[in-house]
Each structure stands twice: as structure tokens, then as C-alpha cells.
């Protein structure tokens, strides 16, 4: 046969295998959601199949009980952001109430010190009882709850952190669908041995070319629930060229929803020496729902350029099995700082809206959580004949829990994840420069669930187009990847919405920066 029509062959085989692939994971809805689903306004004939449809309203918000759970928002005025208690977050006559916790108290603050947890725990159960003095009552603030989030009334719940981290591949749906690997209990298992492999969310992290060290974008704040996302238009990623250190190309921008962690006190590594388990967990002061929106670019321009690279089987990323280590490659210095970058390159970091406090338990609770996503109406609409513009499409369904006799238990847990990131001489601290200090505020995102926007060819492809399309450079197989991918990655006018159980819901927007 002649090689062009062999080229063409693979080509089609490529690009259909993403579209296909893409379907598919739209159907992987978990059963246990069909009744969150209608009581939260999923659109009519609901079914788990590529039509099922999200609905956002402050019905998504029946879960917040700040009675249950002490909860914190930042409240918008004109002047500034002010952090609140919430009294009250009653669905049924569509009103929050908040109490301002004072302007020189951090709501992390509070929840650390039994003393001023307890004072917040009792002005809760006050206003509930109707036993609130006029002094107090005259501080609260009362507002109409859809009103507040059309006006996007809600910022971060917490100050802006020093370090916000990410997990990668710790759910084993992402690695199964959207990563296209057969992953069973065995490779959990033998996964769960390696370390984790984590990267920066915040600060903003350069590419790591010395001509670009200058590159970093300046974002010093978080996003609230509500906020529209500016992206550029270009991102910079790896080049396989010698001659080269980095191309330039069109950014192609990605949604995960992730439930981030915020520590409640310092944790050092020399400190982590002597600390059990359960002292890990008592130095956690809660949870908040986070947008890990993130560019991947650079991620896939590695695994095209790294695709035979292999951890040693000495090193803590190595999972010990010939498989898994050809999927996943090896865990760097390079590959943490451009995955880094690609996650901060832009003000990509959305939390909240609401800040739910830890409680006295020793496990993660089971923490059911969602995504959806439209597509607006600045695309090519001949490649959305299946889709009504501006709809939201479930895509991301799972629930967050660290109970092994779950299905979709995360694959590390929480302390593995602590003693990883402040471990002296892992990636991250190369990365930032020097060893990692965990502080109080500091966010740890726990990973994303399958239904993202990329979908990973199998790795066996990789090796098959080097040795057929010889006269090929990676850069090119970059181009020809994202092009059976282009209708699912976000574009202006496309919005996205997350929700997690007793953590709220978001509603994004996406612009290009002017």
C-alpha cells in the first residue's frame, strides 16, 4: 500500500479514537447521582447518557448547613472583601445569612483555635434559636441569595494562600478513561506504593527555559465562584528541536473540579518525622471546592517527547511495573515545572464559594462532586450539531473519599500527599527553589475525575508513529493530537459549572485576554 494512504489511515484512526473516547466518558455518570441530579434541577428526561444536563440554581445549595459544619464566605462591597461566618444559607426563601468575623481575623484562624471556634459554633446555634442580643443582630448581613451570586457577590472564603498544590492521576476513572489505560484494583495498589506526583496551582512557576524565566504571569489573588476566567491566546511548550528551547503555540484550555484541602497550621518535614497519620489530620482546618482550570499544552508535548522515558526503579515515582511506567514516564524537575506553569500560567485558580470546616473524624469524608460544561456560541457551529449552545453537559461525576472499600477511593491519601510535598528533595522544592513549608491557608487540590476535555492516546501509539512517521517531528504529532480534541477543549463564551456536596457550586465564565 502506498505510505501516504498508510499516513492518512493512522491519521483518521488517531483523531476518530479521540472523538469516540470523548463520547464515551459523557456516559460514565454513577449511579448514586440520579437523585442529586433531579432534586438539583437536572433539565427533563434525565438520563446518564451524553444528553444529561445541568441546571444551576441555589438549589445546589441545600447541602450548606452551617449548623453541621461552621462555614465561611468572603462578601464583596464596594470597597473590599469581608470575611463572613455564614448563620444561615436558607434555600427555600432564597436568603444567606453572614456575620462579619472582624477585619483582622482569618477564617482559618478561627477554626484552628478552639476558643474562637467555639464562640462561632455558639453565634450559630444562637441565631438559629432567636437568642441573638441587638448588638450582635445589628452586624448581620442579609442578601438575597440568587441576586448575590448573578452579581457575583462571593470571592475566595480564605486569603490568598502562599501555595496552592496539585495531585496528578489520583482517581482512577481520570486514568482509566481519560487517560486510556486498563486500570484495575492491582494497579491502584501498586500505584499507591509510589509517591505522589504533585505540582504548583500558585504561585505563578515560569517555563522552565532560561530565555523564558521572566515569562510568569503576576496573578496575586483567587478567583471567586462566579468570575469570568481571561486566558492568552498563546502558551509556550517544550521543544524537541536542539536548535530550539521552546515553541510557541495556540493555548488550549481544560476544566477539572477538585476538592481542595487548606491546612490549619505549619507542617514542616522535620516535623512529619515523629507524626502519625492522625496528627496529619488534625492539622487540616477544612475544605473548599476548587476550578483546576489549566492549559495542556505543555503536558502533551512532553509525553510526545518523553514517551520512552522511564523513572529508575529506584526513584520514589517509579511504580514498579513495566506498564504503568510506559504510561505514565518518569516524574522530573522539567516535567513538574512545565506542568506548574501550564496550571498557573494564567489567573486559571477559582475557590469556593464556601470554606467548610474539617470535622473531628480521622478519614476524608465521602464527598460527592460534579462538572458541567457548554459550549458557547463562538465556535464552529458545524461541529456542534449535538450540542445546544450555552447548555450545560454533565461530564465529571464521582464522590471524594479516601475508604478503600470505595470503587473510586482516591489512590493517595491525604498524609502520603503532606509528606510528599514537603519531602526536601522532591521536584517541587527544586521547582520553588527551596524545601516546601506548608503554611496556614496553603491548599491542597486532591485530583479530578474522569470527563475532562483531554483524552490521552494509548501509549503503544507513541512508539508506532515513531517508527512510521520517521520523517516526522514530535511537534508535529502535538499539532495532529489537539486536532482530534478541538470541539472539547474551552473557548470564549463557553462556561463551566462545579458543584460538591456541602461546598457550594460555581458558574464560570471564559474570555481571551484583550
Partial sequence: MNRKYIV??????????????????????????DAILKENGALNNYKRSAQTTVIPSTAWLKSIKPEDNVTFVSYRTIDKNIFCVVLDCNVTQNEIVLYPIGDNRSPVGIVMNPEYRKEFSKLIEDYHNETLDKRTNDKIIRADLSQSIADKMYGSPIPVSNQVFAVAMNFSSHIERDLAFDFDEKSREIMGKAA?????????????????KDKKNNHDSFLGAYDTIKYDE??????????????????KLDYEVEVGVVIGKQIRHETLQTMSDEEIYSLIAGYVLVS???????QVMLKIINHNEKPDSDNAYSFQDATLNNVFGSWTEQTCAWWSYASTCNNFLSVGPFFVTAQECLELNEIPILAARSYGNSRDEKSLKKYLSDTLYLRQSTVVTESKTHNHALIWNLPQIVREIVRPDNPLASVAGEKIILMPGDIICLGTPSGVALTSKPYPLFNFLKNLLFWMKPNQWHDMF???????????????????????????????KK
Fill in 292 to 298: 483546576d482550570v489549566k492549559a495542556r499544552n505543555p
Fill in 234 to 251: 498563546k502558551i509556550f511548550i517544550p521543544s524537541d528541536d536542539p536548535a530550539l528551547s521552546y515553541k510557541t503555540t495556540d493555548l
Fill in 8 to 33: 492518512l489511515i493512522i491519521s483518521l484512526t488517531v483523531l476518530l479514537g479521540g472523538c469516540f473516547k470523548s463520547q464515551d466518558i459523557q456516559k460514565q455518570i454513577f449511579e448514586h447521582y
Fill in 482 to 512: 489537539f486536532k482530534g480534541h478541538q470541539t472539547e477543549y474551552l473557548y470564549p463564551s463557553d462556561r463551566v459549572f462545579m458543584w460538591g456536596e456541602k461546598l457550594g457550586y460555581q458558574h464560570l465564565n471564559f474570555e481571551l
Fill in 196 to 212: 505522589p506526583r504533585v505540582f504548583f496551582k500558585y504561585p505563578p512557576v515560569a517555563p522552565p527555559v532560561q530565555e523564558l
